[in-house]
């Protein structure tokens, strides 16, 4: 195994391999803007003795006042509504977003490859290890599992044994970071052809 990556490689490598919540952030500031503007708005239609845009603020004030009266269903609704809202603003944002990239260790550079390319060289190197076309094999990688579906050509059963050391193999010679464990499906039916 390589040495780990310098100090400097790791702000790279960390910025390269997450995701920032900027997106999140942006929308929530978007929408506390767009609700400040309508508050606004509806406070000085009424200073002014304008008719108001959806409802003036002493409207909103009483039926909050009413609200006691209101069918029970109503504020139980609006306020599981509001929690699960906010239930998923803190989970976006204490729980860090990952890309779809893993690091590989260098002592000379920072190097970061996307899951699609770890994909196609597991495909390529679980077809030839299982004898059949690299199409009718298909693989998916995530963050720690790699899922290899091989469909064998028809007469020409694919050995389970041979394409899960194939991979494993080489995904021990990438030293990805986070670790990637992989699985393999082997479809029932053969494909006619390649």
């Known amino acids: ?30 929408a506390v803007i767009l609700l400040c503007l309508y508050s606004g708005a509806e406070i000085i239609l009424m200073m002014l003795g304008q008719r108001a845009l959806l409802a003036a603020p002493q409207d909103m004030l009483t039926s909050l006042s009413t609200l006691a009266s209101t069918p029970i269903a109503v504020p139980v609704t609006t306020g599981i509504l509001l929690m699960v809202v906010a239930i998923l603003l803190l989970i976006g944002a204490f ?14 550079a920072a190097v970061v490859v996307d899951n699609e390319v770890i994909a196609s060289a597991l495909a390529r190197n679980a077809a030839r290890a299982g004898n059949t076309h690299p199409d009718n094999t298909v693989v998916s990688v995530s963050a720690r599992h790699a899922i290899v579906h091989l469909t064998p050509t028809s007469g020409t059963p694919a050995r389970r044994d041979a394409i899960e ?23 029932a039916q053969g494909k006619v052809g390649a």
């Open 1 to 30: 195994m390589s040495a780990p990556a310098p100090y400097s490689y790791r702000r790279i490598l960390r910025r390269e391999t997450h995701s920032s919540r900027a997106v999140l952030a942006i929308a929530v500031a978007v």
């Open 95 to 108: 729980t860090p977003g990952r890309r779809a990239r893993h690091q590989i260790p260098s002592t000379r």
């Open 165 to 187: 050391d194939a991979v494993q193999e080489q995904l021990a010679a990438y030293e990805l970071y986070p670790p990637v464990r992989a699985s393999v499906v082997i479809n």
